[in-house]
């Protein structure tokens, strides 16, 4: 496609419920990012793929927080046992590869809230 | 660790008049710099980037930063902004030793009087 695309748009979920959020980069993208955008939080990084290589995870906030990216393309950030605290925009974002240079684009996001 | 500082969080201005944005970063060296928008609703889009050369960058939308090494700042202007430009943006830092990962401040979110 010609953007990043995330679904779904919106997830309203019972708190304790896992949800499982999509990102489908721009074609050719070899990166891909996770944010999350919350109130009093800002913006902040979650994981990063970069080819084959081993995903970057240091930004995931505990262990119910996972993320995998098949063939390359497709990744699903998924959270298990949700809290109100997970409450938040997730961003999904791929560039081209070297950071350097590379624009890194992003989705419109997952609206999450969970209840 | 990098971080970035936008003391703004809330700006007003007329539309017509001139628009400046503020954004001071912490990082050792020379880090890559950009501006991002996001419209109410909508995904983060890219203004401008610095990477290295001329200090003075121009993106989209009629919006230009510059790039000042001695007061590790990189702010955000536009000379005369539209009703449109109501939004909210955002500084960020990349260092590639960290990971290719972005760095972002708060945001500042700007209103257009009319």
């Known amino acids: 496609g010609a953007g990043v695309s995330q679904s779904p748009s919106n997830k309203v979920t019972e708190k304790g419920k896992d949800v499982e959020l999509r990102c489908d980069p721009i074609?050719?993208?070899?990166?891909l990012y996770w944010y999350r955008q919350s109130l009093g939080q800002g913006l902040e990084f979650l994981i990063y793929f970069q080819g084959n290589s081993a995903p970057d995870k240091s930004g995931l906030p505990s262990d119910r927080f996972s993320a995998e990216r098949t063939g390359g393309s497709v990744s699903t950030l998924t959270i298990q046992r949700t809290q109100q605290e997970d409450s938040a925009v997730y961003l999904c974002?791929?560039?081209?590869?070297?950071?350097?240079?590379?624009?890194?684009?992003f989705g419109e996001g997952s609206w999450l809230t969970v209840v | 660790a990098q971080s970035v500082t936008q003391p703004d969080i809330h700006i007003t201005v007329s539309e017509g008049a001139s628009l400046e944005l503020r954004c001071n970063y912490s990082?050792?060296?020379?880090?890559?710099l950009f501006w991002y928008v996001q419209s109410p609703g909508q995904g983060l889009q890219l203004l401008l980037k610095y990477f290295s050369g001329d200090t003075l960058v121009q993106g989209i939308k009629g919006f230009e930063a510059e790039f000042k090494r001695s007061q590790s700042s990189f702010n955000l202007r536009k000379p005369s902004v539209h009703w449109s430009d109501a939004a909210e943006y955002f500084c960020?830092?990349?260092?590639?030793?960290?990971?290719?990962?972005?760095?972002f401040g708060g945001g500042t979110r700007v209103l257009v009087k009319p």
């Open positions: 960020a830092v990349g260092v590639k030793a960290a990971g290719n990962k972005l760095t």
């Open positions: 074609s050719g993208h070899t990166a």
């Open positions: 990082y050792g060296a020379t880090p890559y």
């Open positions: 974002a791929s560039s081209q590869g070297q950071f350097s240079g590379n624009t890194i684009y």
